[in-house]
T-cell receptor, first 116, second 113 residues
């Protein structure tokens, strides 16, 4: 069964600095999707970034980028130039597109605090 | 552009009472999901439905039942609520048309006393 592990319950970063959130996963599949979602205090779930496993190039969305290491089953999120609005819970997620396997699995989350 | 609509937003139940959480999506997605979110536990999958007419157990199905009424609607029922079911519940949907991005409802905060 697929699992997603986020080993950092909480992280802090100074405003304008860079922070990296860790995520590892376990799967026997070769084709899958990985995601980072942000959950601010409003409880709304917001997609931050997405990575297809078959793409070797790391995904980037403005200040957010990932370090995808398929062999190591690692998928970390780097936030550059951190802003106060980045403070939130961040969830790593795994989704397999393989027919017959439709689970969408989330990690336990990392609470990010941004210090002014 | 409603996306995923989840009702109610808040609910207080007494132990032993039953209730149904409703979820509807207007994006024609095949897959729908129910999660519960507890502090330190992240989002745990209760049940999911790969397509209309099918449902499967997730990580924590005990005490819950689901119905995929049609392609749009996926409801979660608590037959006899227990204090351990106090949580925030999220419904979500996804589809390959959006590269499997998950779209979430606003969540239901359920308290069982």
């Amino acid at each position: 069964a697929q699992t997603v592990t986020q080993s950092q319950p909480e992280m802090s970063v100074q405003e304008a600095e860079t922070v990296t959130l860790s995520c590892t996963y376990d799967t026997s599949e070769s084709d899958y999707y990985l995601f980072w979602y942000k959950q601010p205090p409003s409880r709304q779930m917001i997609l931050v970034i997405r990575q297809e496993a078959y793409k070797q190039q790391n995904a980037t969305e403005n200040r957010f980028s990932v370090n995808f290491q398929k062999a190591a089953k690692s998928f970390s999120l780097k936030i550059s130039d951190s802003q106060l609005g980045d403070a939130a819970m961040y969830f790593c997620a795994y989704r397999s597109p393989t027919s017959g396997t439709y689970k969408y699995i989330f990690g336990t989350g990392t609470r990010l605090k941004v210090l002014a | 552009n409603a996306g995923v609509t989840q009702t109610p937003k808040f609910q207080v139940l007494k132990t032993g009472q039953s209730m149904t959480l409703q979820c509807a999506q207007d994006m024609n997605h095949n897959s729908m999901y129910w999660y519960r979110q507890d502090p330190g536990m992240g989002l745990r999958l209760i049940y999911y439905s790969a397509s209309e007419g099918t449902t499967d157990k997730g990580e924590v199905p005990n005490g819950y039942n689901v119905s995929r009424l049609n392609k749009r609607e996926f409801s979660l029922r608590l037959e006899s609520a227990a204090p351990s079911q106090t949580s925030v519940y999220f419904c979500a949907s996804s589809d390959k048309t959006k590269a499997f991005r998950a779209f979430f409802g606003q969540g239901t905060r359920l308290t069982v006393v």
